[in-house]
C-alpha cells in the first residue's frame, strides 16, 4: 500500500474556519479540502437544500426536449422511455415513464436485452416503436453517441430526446433535443450528474413549465440517489443534495420495490454504502442475468405485495449473479498464473463462456488481485466483448481511443468503460493496451493507494468529534469517507489474528501508551500482527466507526493499513 497525504489547508484559514463553525482543526482541515471555506459553505454542506438545485433550463435543448414533450401530450402521440440495462438505466426509465403517465396514458418503456441487442439504442427498439405507432422516444442513460440509430429512427418517422452523461463524441445525433452536461457547448453549471439525474432535470423543467409544486417530485428522489450511488459520480455539488434527500425518502417512505428489498435488513437508517451494496446488486442483477424490465416493473410497482413477489425473483437472480462472479472470477486468475502474466502492466483476459452479465463485476474483482488497468471478455454473438476497469488516476477511456484501430467500437468513463471487437483483432488490441499502459501509466499509480485526510492523535476521537463527521455523509467520490492517520500507537496486548482462516487483525491501542485505549478491526491485516507484537511502535491508516458489542455502542479503528514505527 501506498500512503499519501492530501495537502494542509493555509493554518489561517483553518483557524478562522474553526472559529467561526465552533469545530477543531481537523474538521475544518476536512472541510477546507472539500472546498468549504466559508460559514455560509458550511451550511449548504451540511444542510442540502433542494432551493440550491440549479434551473433545469439552464441545460441545452431543454426548452426543446420540454416543448416536443408538451407536443406529443397535447396531441396524444405514444412515447416510449428507452434505457440501458444497468441501475442507472433502469432508476431512469422507472422515473421518467411513472412521471409522464400522470401527464398521459399513452407510455411505453423499453430496456435493450443485454445480451441480443448490447449497450445503448438499438434497432430492434426502434422498429418496435415503429411497430407499436410511437413516434417519441426519450433516450436515458445513452444515446449520446447513437448517431446512425437516431437518423434510422428520423427516416421511419420517430423523433429522439437524449438524456445522458457520458462523453459525446465529435458529432451529436441529430435528435429533436441532446441532454447531456458534458456536451461542449453545454454551459449547464454542474457536470457531474448521472443519467438519472439528467432524467430528473427533465422532469423537473416539465413540471415548472406547467407551473406545478416542485415537491410532487420528492418521491422520485430515491431513484435519483440509487442511481448516483451504484454510477460511482461525485457526491458533489447537485449530486450531493439529490443523493441527501434521496436517502431520506428510501428511510423514511421507500416505493414499493425498494421496501420489498430491504425489508429484510436489521438496520434502521440505510446508508449510500448500503444503497450501493444492497440495493444496487439487486436491481442490476436483473439486467446482468434475465432482463432490465425485470428491474423497472419492480420499481414502478405500487403495490408492496405485488413488489414483494417481483424482489423474490430478482433475489434469485442476485444468488445466480454472485455464483457466476465468484467461479469466473477464479478461472480469470488460474488464466492469468497459466499465461504466465502477473507482471504485467495490464490484465486482459477472454474465455467464451464467460458470462456477459457479470464480466464488470469480474474485472474489478481482478483488481484486487492486480492492481492494474484490466479488460475481461467474452464472446457475444460474432464478436468479443469486454467490460473495463482502471485504477486511480488512470484514463483508461483514453487508453482505449488509443488502441481504436482494433477495436469496433466502445465507450464510458475514465474508470470503467465497454466495448466490442471481432474475434481477429483480439491478440493486436491486447498488445497495444499494454504497450499503451506501459508508456503512459506512472508506475505508482499501479501501487494501491490509501489517501490519509488528516493526521490526528488518539485524544481528537471523541463522541462529538464522530457525530460531525457522520454529517459529512452521503459519503462517495470526491468526499469520500476520511481517513486518518496515527503516529506513535502500541497495542495493549491484546492484539490478536481473528476469523476462521486467521485472516483479520483486532487491536486495542493507545497513543505513547499513554490515555485511554480504543479498539480497531483490520480486515485482510492478519498477515501483519507481527508489526503490533511485543511493544513494538507502529503508525495506522484508518476510519472511525461505531461497533455495536452486546447492545453497547462504542467508537473504534477500522484499520486500513498498518506499517512500522522504525521504517
Known amino acids: 500500500m501506498r500512503w499519501t497525504h492530501k495537502p494542509k489547508p493555509d493554518p489561517q484559514k483553518e483557524k478562522k474556519l474553526s472559529q467561526e463553525l465552533g469545530v477543531d482543526a481537523p474538521i475544518s482541515r476536512l472541510l477546507i479540502q472539500r472546498g468549504i471555506e466559508t460559514f455560509a459553505d458550511a451550511k449548504k454542506f451540511f444542510r442540502p437544500a433542494l432551493e440550491d438545485l440549479h434551473d433545469p433550463f439552464l441545460m441545452k435543448d431543454m426548452d426543446k426536449a420540454v416543448a416536443r414533450i408538451e407536443k406529443a401530450v397535447e ?35 423499453y430496456i435493450p436485452d443485454r445480451y441480443e441487442e448490447g449497450y445503448g439504442v438499438s434497432y430492434k427498439g426502434i422498429d ?87 415537491e410532487e417530485l420528492l418521491p422520485y428522489l430515491d431513484l435519483v440517489a440509487t442511481a448516483i450511488g451504484a454510477d460511482i459520480v461525485p457526491i458533489t455539488g447537485e449530486n450531493r443534495i439529490l443523493a441527501y434527500h434521496g436517502l431520506h425518502v428510501i428511510n423514511k417512505a421507500p ?51 405485488v413488489a414483494c413477489q417481483y424482489a423474490t425473483e430478482i433475489e434469485t437472480y442476485n444468488a445466480d449473479r454472485k455464483e457466476a462472479d465468484r467461479s469466473i472470477t477464479k478461472e480469470a486468475l488460474d488464466q492469468i498464473i497459466k499465461n504466465k502474466e502477473e507482471s504485467r502492466k495490464t490484465t486482459v483476459v477472454f474465455q467464451e463462456d464467460w458470462h456477459k452479465g457479470v464480466i464488470g463485476i469480474v474485472a474489478s474483482r481482478l483488481t484486487e488481485t492486480y492492481y492494474r488497468p484490466t479488460l475481461v471478455f467474452t464472446k457475444s454473438g460474432d464478436k468479443y466483448a469486454a467490460s473495463a476497469r482502471s485504477v486511480k488516476g488512470f ?6 481511443q488509443e488502441c481504436a484501430a482494433h477495436i469496433e467500437q466502445f465507450g464510458g468513463h475514465k474508470y470503467a468503460a465497454g466495448l466490442t471487437l471481432l474475434p481477429e483483432q483480439y491478440e493486436a488490441f491486447k498488445a497495444k493496451f499494454e504497450d499503451v499502459v506501459a508508456r503512459s501509466c506512472d508506475e505508482r499509480l499501479l501501487v494501491p493507494e490509501i489517501a490519509i485526510d488528516a493526521e490526528i492523535d488518539l485524544k481528537d476521537i471523541t463522541p462529538k468529534f464522530y457525530r460531525i463527521l457522520k454529517q459529512f455523509a452521503p459519503f462517495g467520490p470526491q468526499n469520500m ?5 496515527t503516529r506513535d500507537l502500541y497495542d495493549t496486548g491484546y492484539g490478536k489474528k481473528v476469523g476462521a482462516d486467521e485472516d483479520h487483525l483486532k487491536v486495542s491501542v493507545k497513543q505513547n501508551n499513554k490515555g485511554n485505549y480504543i479498539g480497531g478491526i483490520g480486515f485482510n491485516l492478519g498477515n501483519k500482527h507481527e508489526l503490533i507484537s511485543g511493544k513494538k511502535p507502529f503508525m495506522a491508516a484508518y476510519a472511525i466507526d461505531e461497533n455495536v458489542w452486546n447492545g453497547e455502542v462504542s467508537l473504534q479503528l477500522r484499520l486500513k493499513d498498518i506499517k512500522s514505527e522504525t521504517l
Do not use: W
Not at 197 to 206: D, P, R
Not at 288 to 293: D, L, P
Not at 395 to 400: F, G, K, S, T
Open 481 to 485: 469517507s476520511p481517513t486518518f492517520m
Open 128 to 214: 418496435f416503436a415503429v411497430d407499436n405507432d410511437i413516434t417519441l422516444i426519450i433516450a436515458l442513460d445513452c444515446g449520446v453517441k447513437a448517431i446512425d440509430k437516431v437518423s434510422y429512427a428520423k427516416e421511419k418517422g420517430v423523433d429522439f430526446i437524449i438524456c445522458d452523461h457520458h462523453r459525446p463524441g465529435e458529432t451529436l445525433p441529430d435528435a429533436v433535443a441532446v441532454l447531456d452536461p458534458k456536451r461542449e457547448d453545454c454551459t449547464y453549471p454542474y457536470y457531474e450528474l448521472c443519467g438519472c439525474g439528467v432524467g430528473f432535470k427533465l422532469i423537473s423543467a416539465i413540471t415548472l413549465s406547467r407551473k406545478r409544486n416542485p
Open 255 to 305: 416505493r414499493a420495490g425498494f421496501e420489498a428489498i430491504i425489508k429484510q435488513l436489521k438496520k434502521e437508517t440505510l446508508t449510500i454504502t448500503d444503497v450501493v451494496f444492497i440495493i444496487a446488486p439487486r436491481i442490476n442483477a436483473a439486467g446482468r442475468m434475465k432482463h432490465g424490465n425485470h428491474a423497472v416493473t419492480l420499481l414502478r410497482e405500487t403495490d408492496y405485495n
Open 395 to 400: 484514463d483508461v477511456y483514453n487508453a482505449l
Open 75 to 109: 396531441s396524444g402521440e405514444n412515447i416510449m422511455v428507452f434505457g440501458d440495462y444497468d441501475v442507472d438505466g433502469t432508476t431512469s426509465v422507472a422515473l421518467v415513464s411513472s412521471y409522464l403517465e400522470t401527464l398521459h396514458p399513452q407510455i411505453a418503456t
